[in-house]
């Protein structure tokens, strides 16, 4: 057996099955609100900017359009957005937030301290991790 070829040898493995559970953890915390993760996080951007290109907001969460458009066609039809055209270029998709969608922040805001409650890393090994993530995703931007 190749040992570069073990399981137990890969960094993607761990880093997958991290991700998977994780977001299995956020399912219950985000369903009374009729939210995915992805939609969470999409609606993250949104409080923060307000407004932003579709392909911006790809480019921040890592998705493409094939994936953002249905989603976002969805949380339009929850009242938590709307997308329009660029008045200066209509190939570009804008979408904004709604008073709805910002109303919808004040009732997930627990969310992100229910979670750190799950994860098992005090503040500093939490920190380590986040820097360490965040390098890793510079080198496939």
Partial sequence: MNERLKLENQLCFPL???AKEVVRAYTPL???WGLTYT???AMMVLWEHKSI????LGKLLFLDSG???PMLKKMERNGWLCRER???DERVVI???TDIGEALQEKVADVPVKMAQCVKLDNEEAMQLYV???KMMKTFI
Wanted: glycine share 0%; net charge negative.
């Fill in 86 to 88: 660029s008045h200066d």
């Fill in 16 to 18: 997958y099955a991290c």
């Fill in 53 to 56: 290109s579709v392909k911006e």
């Fill in 67 to 69: 994936t953002l458009t």
């Fill in 39 to 41: 939609q969470y996080i």
């Fill in 132 to 134: 360490l993530l965040h």
């Fill in 30 to 32: 985000l369903e009374p």
């Fill in 95 to 97: 979408i904004s937030i």
